[in-house]
């Protein structure tokens, strides 16, 4: 007679007799379990795991109702191994290009925090937060990596070049850049620059009534005070992308140039969907849920409760038409990324957002306890102490002369690599060249 036990997914036949055990996959009655429990409880939709949920959904849905359509589901949360997608080793090497006002300072957070923990050679400027100042590869100014050591990660402030990134990188490099709705990055710029950063043309803006937001009187009178095609209120994604200035009234040139980014950007990520775009991120990196957390960090001013009216958001867009040309570009192709994605990525969402506001709740109460998070099916147990969430709030510039520092206490006992010269930085120039 034999005893049956179920292990996981395994079925072990104890023989008393022979005394041996035979171990047996039971692939076909977990798959009819797995049928039968979706069958109870999505009422027969969708009876194949690995299916996209949009074959069940119109010939056309929108981002929206595909969302909504997921989240009416009920997600399967028992106890299982963690997930690995593609038996992947995770990517150490990515290229980040630092948007202005697009969630740049939390994604630096994010990437500081993974190169740190994992002792990587991060492209630090010479000077401030900035790698370069004009589009010219002869502008950038860069620390040398230590001896025997060469660039793991790019994530500071730059204008892009593309062949800068990939002399600065190795091949296997992952690069990713993010891009935010135009009207809500303009208020948000026009608050820092003018404010904080106190840009002059922007301080020289002035009202009557003080009650008046100037930011109307600058919609009043477009191009007053923004004489520039581009500028940080004016089409500044498109020149942090680094888009020629000789070709803004080019057309032709544009559309070619957004069909080079898109070719060269693995992952482009929307402000507007940040946390999709996190665990997007992750899977495409193969990197730990504890390496995404976050709590948000605002660069500067963060007086942005100004309402625009209809009227100043359509003139707005005409001003800074390129701007939302590029951005509708990647949005576009974002929600056909994500419509995409088969229903464990939603409940891995589901998990993280569920997760984030747990850290944040723990992290703002200041109690400085250890935060212990289970083992789940997104990722295995780990704890948050009090370091990890100082570390989530630290600012761009504290971070920039920690990793500055760190990296040049290894410079004086090794020496720098003296085979890494700025010379050579994209001494072909730029692939966006026509």
Aim: aromatic share 12%.
């Amino acid at each position: 007679m034999a005893t049956y036990t179920t292990v996981n997914t395994s079925l072990v036949v104890v023989w008393k007799k022979k005394k041996w055990v035979v171990f047996g996959c039971l692939n076909l009655m977990v798959l009819a379990i797995i049928v039968s429990k979706q069958q109870t409880m999505y009422g027969g939709v969708n009876k194949l795991w690995k299916k996209p949920f949009i074959d069940q959904l119109d010939k056309n849905p929108t981002l929206e109702q595909h969302l909504k359509y997921l989240q009416n589901l009920s997600l399967l949360d028992g106890p299982g191994d963690v997930r690995i997608f593609g038996n992947r080793k995770e990517i150490h090497h990515v290229g980040y290009l630092k948007v202005h006002k697009t969630a740049s300072t939390t994604m630096f957070n994010i990437f500081s925090r993974f190169a740190q923990s994992r002792n990587l050679t991060v492209a630090l400027p010479l000077r401030t937060n900035y790698l370069s100042s004009s589009l010219s590869p002869h502008s950038w100014q860069i620390q040398p990596p230590p001896f025997n050591k060469t660039f793991d990660m790019v994530f500071h402030h730059c204008f892009f070049n593309d062949m800068v990134f990939k002399s600065l990188l190795p091949e296997s490099t992952v690069f990713i850049a993010s891009v935010r709705d135009p009207v809500s990055r303009f208020i948000s710029a026009f608050n820092y620059f003018r404010n904080v950063y106190k840009t002059s043309y922007l301080k020289r803006i002035k009202t009557d009534d003080r009650r008046v937001h100037p930011i109307h009187e600058y919609l009043r009178h477009l191009g007053l005070y923004d004489t520039r095609m581009t500028s940080p209120t004016r089409n500044a994604m498109v020149r942090d992308f680094g888009f020629p200035r000789k070709y803004l009234q080019n057309q032709t040139m544009f559309e070619r140039f957004l069909s080079k980014l898109d070719n060269f950007f693995d992952l482009v990520l929307v402000v507007e969907y940040f946390n999709e775009s996190l665990v997007l991120m992750k899977r495409l990196l193969n990197w730990h849920i504890k390496d995404i957390l976050y709590t948000p960090l605002v660069s500067g001013d963060s007086r942005n409760n100004v309402k625009l009216t209809e009227d100043e958001i359509k003139k707005y867009k005409q001003f800074s038409n390129l701007d939302v040309t590029l951005y509708e570009f990647f949005l576009k192709k974002f929600k056909q990324t994500l419509l995409k994605q088969d229903e464990t990525f939603f409940q891995e969402l589901n998990y993280f957002k569920k997760l984030l506001d747990d850290v944040k709740s723990h992290c703002n109460s200041g109690t400085g306890e250890i935060f212990h998070v289970q083992k789940s099916k997104w990722n295995q147990e780990f704890i948050l102490n009090l370091s990890d969430c100082k570390q989530m709030k630290t600012g761009e510039l504290e971070l920039t002369k920690i990793m500055k520092s760190n990296q040049q206490k290894l410079i004086s006992v090794a020496g720098p690599n003296k085979q890494f010269s700025l010379n050579n930085l994209g001494s072909s120039g730029s692939a966006f060249k026509p």
